[in-house]
């Protein structure tokens, strides 16, 4: 097991760097401009939403695998804006270079499993496929025109693709998507239909990108946001599915992964090391979720609302289970970091027993058999010093 769990954590390290990959788009309050990690986070989220509007024909839970793995090349490649003047060819020829190292991580079967799933979504022949594309259509056109103030270059570019791009395409396969795109281009008045009850949420979820944790990136000194710690949390535990506890629905703990900070939108993030009133503090996620679920329709607010409650509860297996790969996360970026987070709130050893082994060991307890060496080790070495010393 060591050998293969050591082989899984090295590729959710390398993967941790999709976060400083930057796009074109910017975020809708137009503060920066997003990064591929938290544009396959917010991808994923679409396809949950727009569940309803797939045609039967469509495995949604395999769209949001397709849309978890769909960028990680651009690790190696980076991110290609489409109004741009480019060699496509060459970039595919590197993506398929990129797409066979960063798979090469992994365990054999899981390699061929991502690499196949990957070269499925660029292929765009399957149901599953189109509908995926369809949606890494859609998020980017509405990133633009959604926004309060958009650039105005911005909507030129939103423009084209919607007209001759890559986007002219939805009026044959979304038209509601279209319609909707072309009345906001053109200010007519809004419709109101299956597709634009939904956009409010997807429009809404769009600040859990300036949502700030405590934890740091692994290649960079800036904080990770929420968004992207969602995403990461995802791909944890799809690789690492094998070490639940029991036998868990994977796909339900990625959709349980996909919602369960979604509260930090009004909430904030409280980190497990800080100072917390846990009274208050559940009582503003409570609220938060009322508000923020609130926003689907009436067939979506209610299961939304109880997955992310079944993750708070913390009883089911598979939400055990994802309770203990968002524990794992942090520790692995701290270690690999000298630290990380625990520098700076002047964590010890035991205060991680205390806070953190009871949700891996109840979930995963094989991960945390694997990791506890390492913090024994990290710890005795002295590597996590008080910063002000």
């Known amino acids: 097991?060591?050998?293969?769990?050591?082989?899984?954590?090295?590729f959710l390290k390398r993967a941790d760097n999709l976060k400083l990959v930057e796009r074109a788009n910017v975020l809708l309050d137009q503060s920066r401009p997003e990064n591929s990690a938290e544009h396959s986070w917010h991808l994923a989220l679409w396809a949950m939403v727009m569940a309803p509007l797939a045609g039967p024909d469509i495995s949604v839970d395999r769209v949001i695998r397709m849309l978890l793995l769909h960028d990680l090349v651009e690790i190696v490649t980076g991110d290609h804006p489409i109004h741009l003047n480019t060699d496509w060819d060459t970039v595919a020829e590197a993506e398929q270079a990129a797409a066979q190292e960063l798979f090469?991580?992994?365990?054999?079967?899981?390699?061929?499993?991502?690499?196949?799933?990957?070269?499925?979504?660029?292929?765009?022949?399957?149901?599953?496929?189109?509908f995926a594309k369809i949606l890494d259509r859609c998020q980017p056109l509405f990133q633009v025109l959604c926004a309060t103030d958009p650039r105005e270059d911005h909507v030129e570019i939103a423009r084209s693709n919607l007209a001759d791009g890559r986007a002219a395409y939805l009026a044959h396969t979304f038209p509601m998507a279209h319609q909707h795109a072309t009345n906001l281009l053109t200010n007519s008045a809004p419709q109101d239909d299956a597709f634009t009850k939904r956009l409010a949420f997807l429009t809404e979820a769009d600040q859990l990108k300036s949502v700030l944790r405590a934890s740091r990136l692994m290649a960079s000194d800036r904080f990770e946001n929420s968004a992207e710690h969602s995403w990461h949390v995802m791909l944890y535990a799809w690789v690492l599915s094998e070490y639940a506890h029991s036998d868990v629905q994977v796909d339900r703990t990625l959709q349980m992964l996909l919602l369960h900070d979604v509260?930090?939108?009004?909430?904030?993030?409280?980190?497990?090391?800080?100072?917390?009133?846990?009274?208050?503090?559940?009582?503003?996620?409570?609220?938060?979720?009322?508000?923020?679920?609130?926003?689907?329709?009436?067939?979506?607010?209610?299961?939304?609302?109880?997955?992310?409650?079944?993750?708070?509860?913390?009883?089911?297996?598979?939400?055990?289970?994802?309770?203990?790969?968002?524990?794992?996360?942090?520790?692995?970026?701290?270690?690999?970091?000298?630290?990380?987070?625990?520098?700076?709130?002047?964590?010890?050893?035991?205060?991680?027993?205390?806070?953190?082994?009871?949700?891996?060991?109840?979930?995963?307890?094989?991960?945390?058999?694997?990791?506890?060496?390492?913090?024994?080790?990290?710890?005795?070495?002295?590597?996590?010093?008080?910063?002000?010393?």
């Open 263 to 389: 509260v930090e939108i009004d909430a904030g993030d409280h980190p497990i090391h800080g100072h917390v009133d846990h009274a208050e503090q559940e009582a503003k996620e409570q609220a938060a979720a009322k508000r923020l679920f609130g926003l689907l329709p009436d067939c979506q607010h209610r299961p939304f609302t109880e997955l992310w409650h079944e993750f708070e509860a913390a009883e089911t297996a598979e939400a055990r289970f994802a309770k203990a790969v968002d524990r794992f996360q942090t520790p692995i970026a701290n270690l690999e970091t000298g630290g990380g987070s625990w520098v700076e709130y002047k964590v010890k050893f035991d205060q991680i027993v205390t806070r953190v082994r009871p949700a891996i060991a109840a979930g995963a307890p094989q991960l945390w058999d694997w990791l506890q060496p390492q913090l024994v080790a990290h710890f005795e070495n002295g590597k996590t010093t008080d910063p002000q010393a």
């Open 1 to 10: 097991m060591t050998d293969r769990l050591a082989a899984q954590v090295a």
């Open 104 to 130: 090469g991580l992994l365990p054999d079967e899981q390699a061929q499993e991502f690499l196949s799933l990957w070269h499925e979504f660029e292929a765009d022949q399957t149901p599953d496929a189109r």
